[in-house]
């Protein structure tokens, strides 16, 4: 069977995502500063699907697009396809574990460089306010909301239909193609033809429809087993928590709570 001839896998699949996002990475900084509004030195992988362990609680957390650039800046690129529970506590831990990652590599804390969760969603508006994005810095409350400048910087953006178009052209451009597909100028043409010539490779396009099969099966599963044994073979099969999560209903916590658990 020619599997090129099938139905074309798209960026809004969870693991094209992170194929696309560590194929080039010259396109990987123009879209994260595109996202950001910030133009971003050259980018590399801090390390494929890195697992970094918290050395506190011994919890992993595996980053779907990890990377930093030449000046020594975080980026962690998040694809979420489904609503996300406790979303500002993820933000919150995702920032730390990149913080703590710095740090175990021996940098002092006046030296800490800026770090970047980019939450990107594609079905729902997870905070329901109908903006495309939603920018998140820590502020003084009581003294006029002035910036607290700790380096952390955290994005979410609403790429589904289900939210008010922007002023900014590029984040437009970036929207309509997550959303439908549609290439609209350069960048999500670079974009594109990345995901085309993924497409054109039967063995990535196999592996990503085991990944999708296996799934399907997983999901059939749940309803015959109890949640947390579906979650367990999930994370022996390598699915994400999110993914694991969206499947069983399982809080991420209480997955990662299991794979400590499992790990003892």
């Given at each position: 069977m020619?599997?090129?001839?099938?139905?074309?896998?798209t960026v809004r699949n969870h693991f094209a995502f992170g194929s696309v996002f560590t194929q080039d990475m010259e396109v990987t900084?123009?879209?994260?500063?595109?996202?950001?509004?910030?133009e971003i030195s050259k980018v590399t992988l801090a390390e494929k699907e890195k697992v970094i362990q918290d050395t506190s609680?011994?919890?992993?957390?595996?980053f779907d697009v990890y990377l930093k650039d030449k000046e020594g800046e975080s980026f962690d690129l998040e694809l979420q396809i489904?609503?996300?529970?406790?979303l500002e506590k993820r933000v919150r831990y995702y920032q730390s574990v990149m913080t703590m990652d710095s740090l175990?590599?021996?940098e002092k804390y006046r030296n800490l460089k800026d770090s970047y969760v980019i939450f990107i969603f594609t079905e729902k508006d997870p905070l329901k306010k109908g903006w495309t994005v939603y920018e998140i810095n820590n502020t003084i409350t009581n003294h006029d909301n002035r910036p607290f400048n700790d380096g952390m910087h955290s994005y979410i953006f609403n790429f589904s239909n289900d939210r008010v178009k922007t002023a900014d052209p590029l984040i437009e451009e970036i929207a309509?193609?997550?959303?439908?597909?549609?290439?609209r100028g350069e960048l999500t043409g670079k974009i594109d033809s990345i995901v085309n010539e993924l497409n054109e490779n039967d063995s990535w396009r196999e592996k990503v429809m085991t990944w999708e099969q296996e799934k399907e099966i997983l999901k059939d599963v749940y309803y015959e087993m109890g949640k947390a044994?579906?979650?367990?073979?999930?994370?022996?099969?390598?699915f994400d928590i999110p993914v694991i999560s969206e499947i069983t209903g399982l809080s991420q916590e209480k997955i990662i709570e299991l794979q400590k658990e499992k790990t003892e």
């Open positions: 020619n599997l090129r001839n099938m139905k074309k896998i900084r123009e879209f994260i500063s595109a996202l950001i509004g910030k609680e011994g919890k992993g957390k595996r489904c609503d996300e529970e406790s175990l590599k021996g309509q193609y997550f959303y439908n597909g549609d290439v044994d579906v979650a367990l073979a999930m994370l022996r099969k390598g």
